[in-house]
């Protein structure tokens, strides 16, 4: 015969949110740095298309 499982506690359920959100706040954040860097032509962790092209002409 099935058991009801126990609840999960406010605290817990609440420290699995924030984690998750912080999570998810840091890769936007990451994405609007690297938006803002190839806007200002800084980019260096993100090789274009174009990149490769001019890379291979160079060889």
């Given at each position: 015969m ?6 999960t ?8 949110l ?42």
């Amino acid at each position: 015969m099935a058991v009801p499982k126990k609840r999960t506690s406010k605290s817990k359920k609440n420290s699995r949110l924030a984690n998750w959100t912080r999570k998810a706040d840091l890769e936007a954040k990451k994405a609007l740095a690297l938006a803002k860097s190839l806007l200002t032509g800084n980019q260096t962790s993100l090789i274009s298309k174009i990149d490769l092209e001019n890379f291979s002409k160079l060889n």
